[in-house]
């Protein structure tokens, strides 16, 4: 009934997909968001929340939640920002940096997997799909 639905087939994509990151990260007591969240700031640190939301591509409000999340964990510190006063700057704790190789493995089982069940040329070329999609619809 919905096959050529692009609403329905990301959505229902989105939701299997939730499922493999909520196993591989369940084991830090992280959510998907969470997790990916807290490797963009390991990655990145001292990145202002708005520079979060943007490299997420998600609000600033589901920001806000889930870095305090990830604060009540003890694994980022919201410190003032030299760039602009109005914001402060994300940087993880050491509790946080002691996961930054656990999360980057967990996470590349499952786009191991992924690219198993799908091959590699499908799985790259879904990707790099998906975000011209999403790019062109901003």
């Not at 929340?49 to 919201?78: C, F, H, M, W, Y």
């Not at 402060?88 to 690219?115: D, G």
Request: with cysteine; charged share 30%.
């Amino acid at each position: 009934m919905f096959d050529e639905c692009l609403y329905f087939n990301t959505v229902a994509l989105a939701r299997r997909l939730e499922r493999e990151w909520t196993i591989a990260f369940k084991p830090f007591g992280l959510s998907p968001s969470q997790a990916f969240l807290l490797r963009t700031i390991l990655n990145r640190p001292g990145l202002l929340q708005r520079e979060l939301a943007d490299a997420l591509a998600i609000s600033r409000p589901t920001a806000t939640r889930v870095l305090d999340g990830l604060a009540n964990k003890g694994l980022i510190e919201r410190r003032d920002s030299e760039r602009d006063g109005r914001e402060y700057a994300i940087h993880p704790t050491r509790k946080a940096a002691a996961l930054l190789s656990p999360l980057n493995e967990a996470s590349a089982k499952v786009t191991k997997r992924l690219k198993k069940q799908l091959s590699e040329e499908v799985f790259a070329n879904t990707v790099s799909r998906m975000r011209g999609v999403r790019t062109a619809l901003e």
